[in-house]
């Protein structure tokens, strides 16, 4: 996945999704998965703590970056500061979903205006406030993949699922 950061500098993430043999597959051309950003015409691997890094995003103000681990082993976000340089502090943990109901790891992530970070997980789509509390989990008709806010006023949430794409009007932007 990807997340822009206002000055430009793209961040993304670098999993193993795609290759048939996954982390032990021979194609696999790294010997980590990690968060990489690409500034200045540079790529930089700025951490490598997650077997299974996935969705990203920054809070509103840009002081934190939240990553999504897919690892049904480590079902985590975590919460990097972002350094005044663009590189990132040691990871926390900002929510574990633990022995949430469900085999399902963590994917898509997004951030509403209020700093509430909504993720999809076991059961649907989590939403924790920026202080950890986990707020509830809106529940779809099919556990959906990735999310993104959309249609002008940013107060619409599209979800895709394996078989549908959905869309939520909340309060929130």
């Known amino acids: 996945d990807v997340a822009l950061k206002s000055d430009g500098a793209v961040y993304f993430t670098d999993p193993p999704f795609g290759l048939p043999g996954l982390h032990a597959d021979p194609a696999k051309e790294l010997p980590f998965e990690g968060v990489m950003r690409i500034a200045d015409g540079r790529v930089e ?6 077997r299974g890094p996935n969705g990203l995003v920054f809070s509103p103000d840009e002081r934190f970056l939240y990553v999504a ?6 079902r ?16 926390t943990v900002f929510f574990d979903v633990g022995d949430a ?7 898509g992530i997004e951030v509403d205006a209020s700093g509430n970070v909504l993720f999809c997980g076991p059961g649907g789509v989590w ?3 920026p202080d950890g509390r986990h707020l509830g989990t809106l529940r ?10 959309g249609d002008g006023d940013a107060r619409t949430l599209y979800l895709t699922a394996r078989t549908g794409l959905y869309r939520m009007r909340l309060g929130a932007r």
């Open 45 to 50: 691997v700025l951490s490598q703590e997650l």
């Open 69 to 74: 681990n897919w690892d049904e082993r480590r």
């Open 76 to 91: 985590v976000v975590m919460r990097h500061d972002v350094l005044p340089d663009g590189r990132l502090g040691p990871g």
């Open 101 to 107: 109901p469900g085999e399902e790891a963590l994917d």
């Open 127 to 129: 939403v924790v406030a």
């Open 140 to 149: 779809l008709p099919e556990l959906p993949a990735n999310l993104a806010w």
